[in-house]
């Protein structure tokens, strides 16, 4: 029955790559509220222990942490804590964002990650960046970097797109419930080495291998005059001083951490704990109730050091979601689906296999 429902569903997504027609991407205009900056401010507006760095006779001032605060005193980045501008403390959006170019990519992400929470904070989006334009890709390529995944070029391109003031527009990278996506170049692409993507579901990990395929669209646009790079820091808002300078022209503050930013970039200290994921990975998710599991792809789980409550399987991700196949060793109702239904644990957990989890294990799906 499984196979023929399989083959059902491939006839039917073949048909759909046929007749679906190329829907073209336009780009969008930041709103007028959005602001916006890059990487290396917020990596220089920040403030040591001792105080703020003088530079000259302008203000310098905790911009970072200002914002920091502003949103409730901790970003969550890459699935880490951000809630300080402090040298040599992994909680540190000194530490990252001042990070060497020639540094693992993951910190490269992680770098681009913090700058477009702040920036969804600034701008009144909060940590998630709702309503802000980059909240469809920034919870994608967080995610992407909680779970591990090895796809990260385009995520760093879109979000330090949208970081310097530009505009990101790319094609099919919001997860959704159904299978394929609005761009039929684009999902005949994805589909030809993720079927998933046109079977079950076009899920995060489909959305996020359109925004790394060369086949689906995908432009930074010049934000131009109206960039959100050019709207003015809310300072007085954000408890800080709004300083003018010889010729009287509003300043937004010097840099308060420059010095601070150089020492960052050059010492061991990273927001990801070493040693970096060097391969796809799962998310840290609970199971039936359980300890979070920890995908064995992190080296650091592999070593048997995932911490307290974790455990290392092969899972990435609890048996109530679609997503590809669950092991045996996902918790004892996962074990009990894949003995009276092989598929899910050998092909896709798709919708039949969640529904087992009442049927089979008399649990319920919130």
Same mark, same amino acid.
């Given at each position: ?25 336009m ?11 890059t ?27 200002? /914002?920091?605060?502003?949103?409730? %005193? ?6 880490? /804590? ?17 990070? *060497? ?23 009144? %989006? %909060?940590?998630?960046? $709702?309503?802000?334009s ?18 990260? +070029?385009?995520?760093? $391109? ?5 970081? *310097? ?21 684009c ?10 993507? &046109?079977?079950?579901n ?6 996020n ?10 432009? &930074? ?6 960039s959100? *790079? $050019? ?16 010729? %009287? *022209?509003?300043?937004q ?16 200290c ?6 970096f ?17 920890? $995908?064995?792809?992190? +080296? &650091?789980?592999e +070593? ?10 092969t ?17 004892? &109702? ?22 087992e ?10």
């Amino acid at each position: 029955m499984r196979t023929k429902l399989f083959t059902r569903c491939m006839i039917f997504a073949v048909a759909l790559l046929m007749v679906v027609a190329f829907l073209p991407i336009m780009a969008q205009a930041q709103p007028a509220d959005e602001i916006c900056r890059t990487a290396g401010f917020w990596g220089t507006h920040g403030c040591p222990a001792e105080g703020c760095e003088v530079q000259g006779n302008s203000c310098a001032q905790n911009i970072t942490q200002a /914002v920091i605060d502003s949103c409730g %005193g901790c970003l969550n980045v890459c699935g880490q /804590v951000i809630t300080n501008t402090l040298l040599d403390d992994a909680n540190s959006a000194v530490e990252a964002t001042c990070v *060497s170019p020639q540094v693992s990519r993951w910190l490269q992400l992680t770098r681009q990650l913090t700058a477009a929470e702040l920036n969804c904070c600034v701008s009144g %989006g %909060g940590t998630d960046c $709702n309503s802000v334009s980059i909240q469809p890709i920034f919870n994608l390529c967080n995610t992407a970097c909680e779970r591990g995944t090895s796809l990260l +070029s385009g995520c760093i $391109n879109a979000l330090n797109c949208f970081n *310097s003031g530009d505009i990101p527009t790319a094609t099919c990278v919001e997860p959704k419930e159904t299978p394929g996506c609005d761009n039929s170049s684009c999902e005949a692409s994805v589909c030809s080495y993720d079927s998933w993507c &046109c079977v079950f579901n076009w899920d995060s990990l489909c959305a996020n291998e359109a925004l790394n395929d060369n086949n689906c669209p995908y432009t &930074c646009v010049d934000g131009g005059e109206d960039s959100c *790079s $050019n709207t003015a820091l809310p300072l007085e808002d954000l408890g800080l001083t709004n300083c003018t300078g010889k010729g %009287g *022209s509003l300043q937004q503050g010097s840099a308060g951490s420059a010095n601070e930013c150089n020492a960052a970039a050059g010492n061991d200290c990273a927001t990801l704990p070493k040693p970096f994921p060097t391969e796809a990975c799962g998310a840290m998710v609970k199971v039936d109730n359980g300890p979070k599991i920890f $995908n064995q792809g992190r +080296s &650091c789980c592999e +070593s048997n050091d995932a911490g307290e409550g974790y455990v290392c399987t092969t899972c990435d991700h609890d048996i109530c979601t679609t997503d590809g196949p669950l092991g045996s060793n996902c918790g004892d &109702c996962a074990a009990q689906i894949c003995a009276v239904d092989s598929f899910c644990c050998e092909d896709g957990w798709d919708y039949i296999c969640v529904g087992e989890v009442s049927s089979v294990c008399g649990l319920t799906c919130n």
